[in-house]
């Protein structure tokens, strides 16, 4: 399979939650990873990660900086959700289910993945400048037309100027409830 498809299957790809054996994380994220090579289920399971964080360990004399999981007994894999992945990793050694009603596994929201501090692709900035004229598409402004204060690319934020009975009303927004005129 080429670069370009693989790229555009990973971008359909989700991030699912797996609950492991408390202590097993490792040797789970090992065994799936050892998996997708074997069976060659690449362009299916991209991704495996296991959420840590340093801190300071003040117990030692030299204060050392180590390494702790954040969710103990849970790993985070990025697929497709297909019956061959799916089977794949829910049958792994260590393995003891997906995070989801019944055997169902629900997708992470965009939100959840950028609470985890995720440092993987940055999304794209924001295609608005201050002053241009924007529609708003979704939410309690919809189909009202505004201009564009400011653009925060970090938050994915952007406040608008629109004209509710004669005044100008500053409200901020998602980036995907506007759409450029």
Do not use: C
């Not at 940055?122 to 241009?132: F, M, T, Y």
């Amino acid at each position: 399979m080429t670069d370009e498809s693989r790229e555009e299957k990973e971008a359909l790809a989700k991030w699912y939650v797996v609950h492991t054996y408390s202590g097993y994380e490792k040797k789970v994220k090992a065994n799936i990873e050892q998996m997708i090579q074997n069976r060659g289920m690449i362009d299916d399971i991209f991704e495996v990660f296991i959420p840590t964080e340093e801190y300071v360990d003040k117990n030692s004399k030299d204060k050392k900086v180590k390494e702790r999981k954040l969710f103990p007994g849970y790993v985070l894999v990025k697929m497709i959700n297909t019956s061959d992945s799916w089977y794949l990793v829910r049958n792994t050694r260590g393995v003891t289910g997906f995070v989801g009603p019944g055997s169902e596994p629900i997708p992470l929201t965009e939100e959840e993945i950028m609470s985890l501090g995720f440092k993987g692709k940055a999304l794209p900035p924001i295609d608005l400048e201050p002053g241009e004229v924007v529609m708003i598409t979704d939410g309690p402004f919809e189909d009202f037309m505004g201009t564009v204060e400011s653009v925060n690319n970090d938050k994915r934020k952007i406040k608008v100027y629109v004209s509710m009975f004669g005044r100008e009303t500053l409200v901020e927004m998602d980036s995907d409830q506007l759409a450029k005129i």
